[in-house]
Protein backbone atom coordinates (compact mmCIF):
# COMPACT_ATOMS: atom_id res chain seq x y z
CA UNK A 1 0.00 0.00 0.00
CA UNK A 2 0.90 3.46 -0.93
CA UNK A 3 1.56 6.36 2.01
CA UNK A 4 -1.18 8.73 1.15
CA UNK A 5 0.31 12.22 0.45
CA UNK A 6 -1.91 15.35 1.63
CA UNK A 7 -2.21 18.00 -1.61
CA UNK A 8 -3.74 21.11 -0.66
CA UNK A 9 -7.00 22.46 -2.17
CA UNK A 10 -7.58 25.91 -3.38
CA UNK A 11 -8.84 28.35 -0.15
CA UNK A 12 -8.15 31.00 0.74
CA UNK A 13 -6.05 30.95 3.77
CA UNK A 14 -2.92 32.15 5.52
CA UNK A 15 -1.21 29.03 5.70
CA UNK A 16 -1.23 29.10 9.24
CA UNK A 17 -3.40 26.24 9.67
CA UNK A 18 -2.53 23.78 6.91
CA UNK A 19 -1.29 20.71 8.11
CA UNK A 20 3.23 21.00 8.73
CA UNK A 21 4.59 18.93 6.07
CA UNK A 22 1.78 19.73 3.60
CA UNK A 23 3.37 23.53 4.61
CA UNK A 24 6.98 22.05 4.50
CA UNK A 25 6.34 20.66 0.89
CA UNK A 26 4.34 23.59 0.14
CA UNK A 27 7.62 25.80 0.19
CA UNK A 28 9.82 23.32 -1.06
CA UNK A 29 7.68 23.10 -4.55
CA UNK A 30 6.86 26.59 -4.45
CA UNK A 31 10.50 28.19 -3.99
CA UNK A 32 12.56 24.79 -5.63
CA UNK A 33 10.09 22.74 -7.99
CA UNK A 34 11.91 23.67 -11.09
CA UNK A 35 15.18 22.74 -9.63
CA UNK A 36 17.14 18.92 -8.82
CA UNK A 37 16.30 17.32 -6.02
CA UNK A 38 19.88 18.56 -4.41
CA UNK A 39 18.39 22.15 -4.69
CA UNK A 40 15.12 20.97 -3.34
CA UNK A 41 17.07 19.53 -0.62
CA UNK A 42 19.22 22.30 0.35
CA UNK A 43 15.52 24.37 0.27
CA UNK A 44 14.38 22.11 2.80
CA UNK A 45 17.45 22.11 5.00
CA UNK A 46 17.08 26.14 4.90
CA UNK A 47 14.20 25.75 6.79
CA UNK A 48 15.52 23.15 8.83
CA UNK A 49 18.30 25.23 9.56
CA UNK A 50 16.36 27.75 10.59
CA UNK A 51 14.20 26.11 12.57
CA UNK A 52 17.31 24.31 14.57
CA UNK A 53 18.85 27.98 15.40
CA UNK A 54 15.55 29.17 16.74
CA UNK A 55 15.65 32.59 18.58
CA UNK A 56 14.26 35.29 15.32
CA UNK A 57 13.63 33.00 12.55
CA UNK A 58 10.58 31.48 14.94
CA UNK A 59 10.36 28.99 18.09
CA UNK A 60 8.48 26.63 16.28
CA UNK A 61 8.74 24.37 12.14
CA UNK A 62 5.21 26.29 11.60
CA UNK A 63 6.48 29.48 12.79
CA UNK A 64 9.47 29.64 10.73
CA UNK A 65 7.51 28.57 7.48
CA UNK A 66 5.05 31.09 7.89
CA UNK A 67 7.47 33.70 9.02
CA UNK A 68 6.51 36.88 7.14
CA UNK A 69 8.32 37.52 4.26
CA UNK A 70 10.72 34.98 4.88
CA UNK A 71 9.64 32.37 1.72
CA UNK A 72 8.42 34.42 -1.41
CA UNK A 73 6.51 31.38 -2.21
CA UNK A 74 4.13 32.57 0.83
CA UNK A 75 3.67 36.47 -0.16
CA UNK A 76 0.04 36.98 -0.28
CA UNK A 77 1.53 39.28 -3.74
CA UNK A 78 4.11 36.93 -4.96
CA UNK A 79 2.37 34.34 -7.99
CA UNK A 80 3.28 31.14 -6.39
CA UNK A 81 1.57 31.69 -3.28
CA UNK A 82 -1.55 31.20 -5.48
CA UNK A 83 -0.02 28.38 -6.69
CA UNK A 84 1.15 26.26 -3.91
CA UNK A 85 -2.92 26.79 -2.67
CA UNK A 86 -3.49 24.40 -5.75
CA UNK A 87 -0.07 22.81 -7.03
CA UNK A 88 -1.32 20.02 -9.30
CA UNK A 89 -3.19 22.61 -11.25
CA UNK A 90 0.08 23.81 -12.18
CA UNK A 91 2.03 20.53 -11.91
CA UNK A 92 2.53 16.75 -12.39
CA UNK A 93 1.88 14.58 -8.84
CA UNK A 94 4.98 13.30 -9.36
CA UNK A 95 6.77 16.53 -8.32
CA UNK A 96 4.78 17.26 -5.31
CA UNK A 97 5.09 14.03 -4.07
CA UNK A 98 9.32 14.44 -4.67
CA UNK A 99 8.51 17.67 -2.74
CA UNK A 100 6.80 15.97 0.12
CA UNK A 101 9.35 12.82 0.59
CA UNK A 102 11.65 15.34 0.82
CA UNK A 103 10.35 17.09 3.27
CA UNK A 104 9.70 14.35 5.24
CA UNK A 105 13.22 12.83 4.89
CA UNK A 106 14.93 16.04 5.84
CA UNK A 107 12.67 17.36 8.95
CA UNK A 108 13.53 13.16 10.16
CA UNK A 109 17.46 13.93 9.96
CA UNK A 110 17.68 11.10 7.25
CA UNK A 111 19.33 13.33 4.48
CA UNK A 112 22.56 15.00 4.91
CA UNK A 113 23.21 18.89 5.17
CA UNK A 114 24.34 19.81 1.01
CA UNK A 115 24.44 23.69 2.56
CA UNK A 116 26.94 24.01 5.09
CA UNK A 117 24.35 24.92 7.77
CA UNK A 118 22.94 27.25 5.37
CA UNK A 119 19.86 29.98 7.07
CA UNK A 120 19.48 31.89 3.66
CA UNK A 121 19.48 31.63 0.06
CA UNK A 122 18.62 33.69 -2.98
CA UNK A 123 18.25 32.48 -6.46
CA UNK A 124 20.25 33.15 -9.76
CA UNK A 125 17.55 36.22 -10.82
CA UNK A 126 19.50 37.99 -7.76
CA UNK A 127 23.39 37.65 -8.58
CA UNK A 128 23.98 40.94 -9.74
CA UNK A 129 22.11 42.75 -7.00
CA UNK A 130 21.82 40.49 -4.54
CA UNK A 131 19.50 40.97 -1.15
CA UNK A 132 21.52 43.15 1.87
CA UNK A 133 21.61 40.50 3.88
CA UNK A 134 24.22 38.31 1.96
CA UNK A 135 27.07 40.88 3.03
CA UNK A 136 26.33 40.35 6.28
CA UNK A 137 26.31 36.34 5.95
CA UNK A 138 29.31 33.80 4.65
CA UNK A 139 28.86 32.41 1.60
CA UNK A 140 28.30 28.61 1.80
CA UNK A 141 27.97 26.63 -1.64
CA UNK A 142 25.61 27.25 -4.81
CA UNK A 143 23.41 24.71 -5.60
CA UNK A 144 21.25 24.46 -8.74
CA UNK A 145 20.27 28.28 -9.38
CA UNK A 146 20.81 29.29 -5.74
CA UNK A 147 23.35 30.73 -3.81
CA UNK A 148 23.18 29.84 -0.09
CA UNK A 149 24.34 31.52 3.09
CA UNK A 150 24.98 31.04 7.03
Not at 35 to 40: G, H, I, L, T, Y
Not at 86 to 93: A, E, G, I, K, V
Not at 94 to 106: G, R, S
Not at 128 to 140: C, G, I, S
Amino acid sequence: MKKAIPVPVPVPDDFKHWPLMMLYTAVIWGEARGESNKAKIAVAWVIRNRFIRNGWFGDSLRAVLTKKYQFSCLNPNDVNSQKVRNPLYWDDFKVWAECYEIAEKVHNGEIKDPTGGATHYFDKSLKDNPPYWAKKLTFTKKIGSFYFYK
